[in-house]
């Protein structure tokens, strides 16, 4: 089902752009199309404490394979200089590397979460779930771009 988001029910895209061959926007519950995962993730805030909730959700990873990253899939090399920009809608930034979501790498189950506590995010966008980080900061709400840039060299 398709529907146009309003003032009073916005729908959160979110846009993956960059060098991928099958670029894409998403909303949450396109995001349960892939094999969905569970995390249950304590983390400590500097200003509120810690923190405990249960994310449910696709591997960024899988969702992002999907998308053809710019890479040769064959060549493991090939994809270690590729970088991950995440943002929030309210301008809150992340970057990860490829390698670090990759089974062939650091294999880090970062989620893109579709719930939060039981709670589905549909409208408040999906939530990047990092369950191995002791702070909370990564855990990004309401994101609305992931950007795949494959520019990286320490070359100038
Ligand atoms: N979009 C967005 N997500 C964010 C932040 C933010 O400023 N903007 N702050 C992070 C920080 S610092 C923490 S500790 C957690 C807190 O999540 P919680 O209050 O839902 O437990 O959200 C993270 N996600
Ligand atoms: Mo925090």
């Given amino acids: 089902m398709s529907r146009s988001g309003t003032a009073a029910d916005p729908v959160t895209e979110l846009a993956l752009t960059g060098d991928l061959a099958r670029p894409a926007r998403l909303r949450v519950p ?4 892939w094999p969905q995962h569970q995390a ?4 400590e ?6 923190r405990h909730h249960r994310f449910t959700g696709p591997l960024l990873h899988d969702v992002l394979h999907d998308a053809r990253p710019g890479f040769d899939p064959a060549r493991r090399k090939d994809r270690l200089r590729f970088l ?5 809608a309210d301008g ?10 990759d089974p062939d790498f650091g294999q880090a189950p970062v989620l893109l979460a579709v ?3 039981d709670t589905p995010l549909d409208r408040a966008g999906p939530q990047l779930v990092l369950p191995q980080d002791r702070c909370g900061a990564r855990h990004i709400s309401g994101i609305n771009a992931i950007h795949l840039d494959g520019r ?4 100038t």
């Fill in 30 to 33: 396109d995001l349960l199309a």
């Fill in 40 to 43: 249950r993730v304590s983390f």
């Fill in 45 to 50: 805030c500097a200003t509120s404490g810690t």
């Fill in 84 to 88: 991950i920009a995440l943002s929030g």
């Fill in 92 to 101: 809150h930034h992340v970057l990860l590397s490829w390698a670090e979501i």
């Fill in 115 to 117: 719930s939060i506590d």
């Fill in 152 to 155: 990286y060299t320490s070359r």
